[in-house]
């Protein structure tokens, strides 16, 4: 269950509901997102695997880390590494990360809280898991997205936003069966605490067994739907999807999700990172931990990192 949640949802404020006119978007198409290891080890499932590079602008890349409830010892992270061009966001939806950064920035990413780390002209960071998690275990679950920037901002200066848990906008639906949270950008007159360089929305949201929700998108964004849990059906024509699956939504005006009447007792709902943004429709040069336009800037970037000029580890680091 994620850990920023509510008892009673029709506390919160309603969603704002489609209005007469308006159009569902159709489901273009439907991926599963193939399992691997990254960092030091730990598991994760590459969400935009089989996906258009087109139809995810502007994002670039996204793993979910985990689900996994880790032994003793067991928990692990990534070491100390560059990046440029682009902007890294972090999501614990449960469990634990540490992140630190050679711009000063860090602290501890826990239980629903986000870290948003601008990249820009160059950055060096670590993520891994606490001393105490380390020894004890214990579940671990995120997101780590990666949001392209425009070739005006490819050298901005890097910036870190450290997002609380209790700082996300929550919402419900009118029938009150939806938990919908706003991590940034806007949601009708409902906006995330995110601070973005480009338009871009990204909610997540629980769905009760049996729920649906009509979730107004705005017509120059993109839409993705990637399950992180359980079972449910996406578009009118109720497309089957379920947990690791990523739907590609197109052309209309909202983004219509269903659960399942019965979901496995694990996750008791379903569970649905919502992400969209206007396209900064330019070439894309990505390799490694660069993100930038041209093949030269690449090397650039490769050359700089290999000088210094991405930044130095701190003293002090973990």
Do not use: C
């Amino acid at each position: 269950m994620p850990a920023v949640t509510v008892e009673n949802p029709l506390e919160l404020p309603r969603v704002v509901v489609p209005l007469a006119g308006d159009r569902a978007r159709r489901v273009k198409s439907i991926t599963t997102a193939p399992r691997g290891l990254e960092g030091e080890g730990f598991p994760v499932r590459r969400a935009f695997a089989g996906v258009d590079l087109a139809d995810l602008d502007p994002f670039v890349h996204m793993d979910q880390m985990g689900e996994v409830d880790y032994g003793p010892g067991e928990p692990k992270g990534t070491p100390w590494h560059p990046h440029r061009g682009f902007e890294t966001v972090t999501y614990m939806i449960e469990g634990t990360f540490l992140h630190q950064d050679s711009i000063g920035g860090g602290g501890v990413i826990q239980n629903g809280a986000t870290q948003w780390m601008t990249a820009g002209a160059g950055i060096l960071h670590i993520e891994r898991p606490p001393d105490a998690l380390i020894d004890s275990g214990g579940l671990f679950h995120g997101i780590q997205l990666w949001v392209n920037l425009p070739s005006r901002l490819k050298m901005t200066n890097p910036r870190y936003q450290d997002i609380e848990a209790g700082a996300v906008t929550l919402l419900t639906n009118d029938a009150g069966d939806a938990i919908i949270r706003v991590i940034a950008g806007s949601l009708g007159d409902a906006g995330g605490p995110g601070s973005t360089h480009t338009p871009i929305t990204i909610v997540h949201v629980s769905l009760m067994p049996g729920a649906q929700l009509a979730l107004p998108w705005p017509g120059a964004y993109n839409a993705l739907s990637y399950v992180l849990a359980g079972q449910g059906s996406v578009g009118m024509d109720r497309h089957a999807i379920g947990e690791g699956q990523m739907a590609v939504h197109v052309d209309g005006d909202f983004v219509v999700l269903s659960a399942n009447e019965t979901q496995d007792s694990r996750t008791q709902a379903l569970e649905v990172l919502i992400l969209g943004g206007e396209p900064i429709r330019e070439p894309v040069a990505a390799y490694g931990p660069f993100v930038m336009n041209t093949r030269a800037e690449l090397q650039q970037a490769f050359e700089d990192y290999q000088a210094g000029r991405l930044g130095q580890i701190p003293a002090d680091h973990i």
